[in-house]
């Protein structure tokens, strides 16, 4: 998906028409909204609704995967490619919502029903996504790969918050 997208985007043109400018000033608030915005919905979703147990690899991999490779390539179809296109020819906020729909699509076929069904996977994933867009549309490729990035890590910080097992009662001997 990264390379197809990244072949596209130079077939089409250069890669700074399509979001990939070094631009700084929004990394910070990137990562602090994506953070918050990822822990609010984990934890408003209940159950974990994507069994990462059953599909995802363990350890380093998961982390490689989880904070560089799914948000690299993610970002680059769903912003770079498409955002950047419509982006190009004046769609602001229709740039913006389109690609976050197609961001949440996949978030929904990778779940299973949690509290709320597969409707609040995908309004979490339209919402990151949206915004991701917002930030790529300010400030290119760098801010919604970090965004990504820190949704992924609060969600992951609320997977592991819930697999640990609870004390029942007081456990302790005397």
């Known amino acids: 998906m990264l390379f197809l997208s990244l072949a596209v985007i ?9 979001g990939f400018v070094p631009d700084l000033r929004y990394v910070l608030p990137a990562f602090i909204l994506g953070f918050e915005a990822s822990l609010i919905i984990n934890l ?11 599909f995802m690899p363990e350890g380093i991999e998961r982390l490689i995967l989880l904070l560089i490779l799914a948000p690299l390539g993610e970002e680059t179809l769903n912003r770079a490619l ?3 296109y419509l982006l190009s020819y004046g769609h602001f906020w229709s740039a913006i919502l389109f690609s976050a729909l197609l961001f949440a699509l996949p978030h929904w076929m990778a779940s299973k029903e949690g509290k709320g069904g597969n409707a609040f996977i995908v309004t979490g994933a339209f919402i990151v996504g949206s915004l991701a867009g917002y930030l790529f549309a300010l400030g290119g490729m760098l801010p919604a790969f970090v965004l990504h990035s820190s949704a992924n890590i609060a969600g992951l910080t609320v997977l592991k918050l819930r697999e640990r097992p609870r004390e029942k009662g007081n456990t302790r001997k005397r």
């Open 10 to 18: 130079e077939i089409m043109g250069s890669p700074e028409r399509f």
């Open 44 to 54: 408003l979703e209940g159950n974990p609704s994507v069994p990462m147990k059953e």
């Open 82 to 84: 498409v955002e950047g």
